[in-house]
């Protein structure tokens, strides 16, 4: 079974900076797109961005310039720096991951269980 394992939400003023981590375990054969949602209060879940196992990267307008992915294959591992935090980046955000349980077969997708980011002052 493979599991994924956020860190680092918080409370945060408008402004400042928060490091999220994402870390895949269980028994597997490769992890491959890894990416970011979040999901505000009556609101429906909405991508933030996502990292190739390449390192290529893509992110929604709303985070361009301010938020970076990037990835540690050693550690199955990928990170979310957020920078210039915005009250309305208030949300849960969730870590997702395509996973290959062995050679040969074709990804699944993973969620993370969520991890509250809060930008108040």
């Known amino acids: 079974q493979v599991q994924l394992v956020e860190s680092g939400g918080g409370l945060v003023q408008p402004g400042g900076s928060l490091r999220l981590s994402c870390t895949a375990s269980?028994?597997?054969?490769?992890?491959?797109?890894m990416g970011w949602y979040r999901q505000a209060l009556g609101k429906e879940r909405e991508l933030v961005g996502f990292?190739?196992?390449?390192?290529?990267?893509n992110y929604a307008n709303s985070v361009k310039g301010r938020f970076t992915i990037s990835r540690d294959n050693a550690k199955s591992t990928v990170y979310l720096q957020m920078n210039s935090l915005k009250i309305e980046d208030t949300a849960d955000y969730y870590c997702?991951?395509?996973?290959?349980?062995?050679?040969?077969?074709?990804?699944?997708?993973?969620w993370g269980q969520g991890t509250q980011v809060t930008v108040s002052s």
């Open positions: 269980g028994s597997f054969f490769s992890v491959n797109t």
């Open positions: 990292i190739t196992s390449g390192g290529a990267t």
């Open positions: 997702n991951a395509f996973v290959a349980l062995s050679f040969g077969r074709v990804p699944q997708n993973y």
